[in-house]
C-alpha cells in the first residue's frame, strides 16, 4: 500500500485528489485553506485514510464522488469546512472514530461532533502541565492543544497516578531527544491514550509493572531509538488497536516481556512485530 503521510497541504484547488485509485494511504496530514481537503473520484477504491486533520476547507473536507467504493475512513478530525465535512456519493465506505459535525450521503462513516467534550481548563501544552491535568480528579479527558518538542527524558505518566483517564493528542507530536518514555503507564489501570504521535524516544510507549485494562488506539510511534510500543513485565488485559508503530531500532517495532499477557488488538501497522500478534494473524495487519 503506497502511503502518503506527514504532509501540511494549504490554498490548493484539492489538497489530495485521487483519481482511478487503489490502495493508497493517507496518514498523518493536516489539510486546510484548501477548497477541497481530500478528493476521491473515478472507481478510487480500498484506500485508507487514517489520523488526519481536514479543516478550514472551502468547499467539503473530504469528498467521496459516485462510483467510488471500499474505501476506509477513520480516526479523522474533519471539521469546519464550509458546505460539508463530509460527502459520500459512494458505495460501501466506512470508517470509525472520527470527528466531523455535517455529514452528506448515504454512509457507513462515523463521527463524533467537533466540540469538545473536555472541561475548560482540562487542556495540556506541556509535560508537566499534562502529568498535572491526568492527576487532577476534576479531569477525566486531558488533550494536547500543541506538539510538544525536544523533550528530555520521559514525557507523560513518569511518577504520576491517575486511573481511568484519557489523554487524546488530537494528533499532536510528541518528540523526544532520544532518551526516557513518550508516554510510560506503570501500575496504571483504565486509561486511554489516542491520536498521539511519539518519536524520537529510547522507548516510544510502554506499559508495565502491574498495568492492566489500558487502551492504545490510533497512535503513531515511529523512528523512537529501542523500541515503539512494550508491553511489559506483568501487563496484562490491554488493548491495543489501530497504532502504527514503524522504523523503530533495537528491539523493533512491539516488545513484549515474557510476563505479559491476555494482551490483544486488531488493526495495527508495524514492520518488526516481535512476539506481538493482531487477532486473526501473526504479526500487525498492516505492514509498514
Not at 493517507?26 to 487514517?50: A, H, I, P
Request: hydrophobic share 25%; glycine share 12%; net charge negative.
Amino acid at each position: 500500500m503506497a502511503t502518503i503521510q506527514n504532509c501540511v497541504i494549504v490554498g490548493s484547488s484539492r489538497g489530495v485528489y485521487l483519481h482511478e485509485s487503489t490502495s493508497i494511504k493517507l496518514e498523518n496530514n493536516r489539510l486546510s485553506e484548501n477548497t477541497y481537503g481530500v478528493y476521491l473520484s473515478c472507481r478510487s477504491k480500498m484506500n485508507r485514510l487514517y489520523r488526519n486533520t481536514i479543516e478550514d476547507n472551502t468547499k467539503y473536507g473530504i469528498h467521496i464522488s459516485d462510483s467510488c467504493s471500499s474505501n476506509t475512513v477513520s480516526d479523522n478530525k474533519v471539521c469546519l469546512n464550509t458546505e460539508k465535512d463530509i460527502k459520500d456519493e459512494g458505495d460501501n465506505n466506512e470508517g470509525f472514530n472520527n470527528m466531523c459535525d455535517t455529514v452528506e450521503g448515504t454512509t457507513g462513516i462515523e463521527c463524533l461532533p467537533c466540540m469538545s467534550l473536555v472541561p475548560t481548563g482540562c487542556s495540556c501544552s506541556s509535560c508537566s502541565e499534562c502529568n498535572t491535568k491526568l492527576k487532577d480528579a476534576s479531569c477525566s479527558t486531558v488533550t494536547l492543544t500543541h506538539d510538544i518538542t525536544g523533550v528530555s527524558g520521559t514525557c507523560v505518566g513518569a511518577s504520576v497516578s491517575f486511573t481511568n483517564k484519557v489523554f487524546d493528542c488530537q494528533n499532536h507530536k510528541i518528540s523526544g531527544s532520544g532518551s526516557g518514555y513518550g508516554i510510560g503507564l506503570s501500575f496504571k489501570t483504565g486509561n486511554t491514550i489516542k491520536n498521539c504521535t511519539i518519536t524520537g524516544f529510547y522507548r516510544g510507549i510502554y506499559i508495565g509493572h502491574h498495568s492492566s485494562a489500558n487502551t492504545l488506539t490510533s497512535n503513531t510511534a515511529n523512528s523512537n531509538g529501542v523500541v515503539g510500543i512494550i508491553l511489559g513485565s506483568s501487563s496484562s488485559s490491554n488493548t491495543i488497536n489501530s497504532n502504527s508503530v514503524c522504523s523503530n531500532d533495537g528491539a523493533g517495532d512491539f516488545y513484549l516481556d515474557d510476563s505479559a499477557s491476555s494482551n490483544s488488538g486488531g488493526d495495527n501497522t508495524c514492520g518488526s512485530p516481535g512476539k506481538w500478534n493482531d487477532i486473526g494473524t501473526t504479526g500487525c495487519t498492516h505492514t509498514c
